[in-house]
């Protein structure tokens, strides 16, 4: 059985703000190897329960968090943030499942630093459906077949998987007091949570379904301004909405529309705010 894992950093153990997942702030190294062991956990009980083959994928910010030195040595790892399909870079359909590892609620709910890809950014929308990273990021598993049998964060995270995703296991590592602040396991604790769930989540694997996208999905990013919007709209293909800050792209499958969705994000970088 091949696993493959997305790790974000939000929701790992103990983070309460944005101190610790910034590489310029006091607290990142701190939670650069809280984040390490987080993944070790992991990996561990997923080889312990039957996979022959873990690959992880790197899916924070500029996406080289994790410390490849201390990860467990039997793992594959992708870093860096220049990949054609960012958070799921790497991911087909030969593996047998996903666990998205420390991820956060969507933009604009409660939850542990809730955003979707970044501040920019409202809403996704998938058709009509209203998703955030772990929405988008499901679908493009569900392209491959590929079921989500782990989500790990907050509570407000393990509400949004278990409404999006039938049957899928959550581990809970702390619960959202504000955006900002958290009542969080131990690492330790959690540690030993998150090796309970994964043994749950690969046992009960034939009861999750993959989340199957839409066929020729409509995109729909909503920017919190109409700047951001206007340079997101610079990509060919692409409109905004009249009345809105919403830019649409109709896409030929799930794969394009994610794509889409990052050139759009990249571009709407570009707004100034003075």
């Not at 995703?165 to 958290?182: E, G, L, M």
Request: with cysteine.
């Amino acid at each position: 059985m091949k696993l493959y894992l997305s790790v974000d950093m939000e929701g790992i153990t103990g983070l309460p703000d944005y101190t610790y997942v910034s590489a310029s702030m006091h607290n990142y190294e701190r939670a650069r190897k809280i984040m390490t062991d987080e993944t070790n956990y992991v990996i561990g009980a997923a080889f312990k329960n039957g996979c022959s083959e873990v690959l992880v994928n790197d899916s924070h910010m500029k996406m080289n968090n994790i410390l490849i030195d201390q990860l467990h040595p039997d793992a594959q790892l992708i870093t860096g943030d220049v990949k054609t399909y960012s958070m799921v870079h790497g991911l087909d359909d030969s593996f047998s499942g996903a666990m998205f590892i420390g991820y956060h609620s969507r933009a604009g709910m409660p939850g542990v630093m809730s955003h979707s890809m970044i501040h920019m950014v409202r809403n996704f929308y998938v058709n009509d459906l209203q998703v955030g990273e772990l929405g988008m990021n499901a679908f493009v598993a569900g392209h491959y077949g590929v079921p989500i049998l782990l989500v790990s964060g907050d509570d407000q995270t393990a509400i949004e998987a278990e409404e999006l995703i039938p049957n899928v296991t959550t581990a809970i590592v702390k619960q959202a007091i504000s955006r900002s602040a958290t009542k969080s396991l131990t690492p330790k604790k959690a540690g030993e949570l998150l090796q309970e769930k994964v043994k749950q989540a690969i046992t009960y694997r034939d009861q999750v379904e993959p989340l199957i996208p839409p066929t020729n999905p409509t995109i729909r990013v909503e920017f919190v301004n109409y700047g951001a919007a206007e340079w997101a709209s610079m990509m060919p293909g692409t409109e905004i909405i009249p009345g809105t800050t919403m830019v649409q792209y109709q896409a030929k499958d799930m794969l394009e529309a994610y794509r889409a969705t990052l050139v759009m994000i990249e571009l709407a970088y570009n707004t100034k705010y003075a």
